[in-house]
């Protein structure tokens, strides 16, 4: 059974950095894709980066040059390094993964969710 746990979230002024966790049992990333997603009250979950078994990484245009994506294979674990962060980055932030197929950045293409960890970020 895949569980995907995420962590590191908290609340940060503008400009400040967050590092996100997703530490994933019962899958191991022999293929497919994991990746980071948000969804802020009152509008629908969106992507924010995906990272691919072979090193393909992805990012939402929102977050490009600020948002880093990254992997420690031997952890099972995937990071969301979130810098210069500003208030419309506040949102509830998921791990997902698939282990057969890469969804981009849509999140109806993913299988495996996580519970999600809160970012706010203040002006």
């Known amino acids: 059974q895949v569980q995907l746990v995420e962590s590191g979230g908290g609340s940060v002024q503008a400009g400040g950095s967050l590092r996100l966790s997703c530490a994933a049992s019962g899958y191991t990333y022999g293929g497919g894709c994991m990746g980071w997603f948000r969804q802020a009250p009152g509008k629908e979950r969106e992507g924010v980066a995906i990272d691919s078994a072979g090193g393909y990484t992805r990012y939402a245009d929102s977050v490009k040059g600020r948002f880093i994506i990254s992997k420690d294979n031997a952890k099972n674990t995937l990071y969301l390094q979130m810098n210069s962060l500003k208030p419309e980055d506040t949102a509830m932030y998921y791990c997902?993964?698939?282990?057969?197929?890469?969804?981009?950045?849509?999140?109806?293409?993913?299988?495996?969710w996580g519970q999600g960890t809160q970012v706010t970020v203040s002006s």
């Open positions: 997902a993964a698939d282990p057969y197929k890469c969804g981009g950045l849509t999140p109806a293409w993913w299988t495996y």
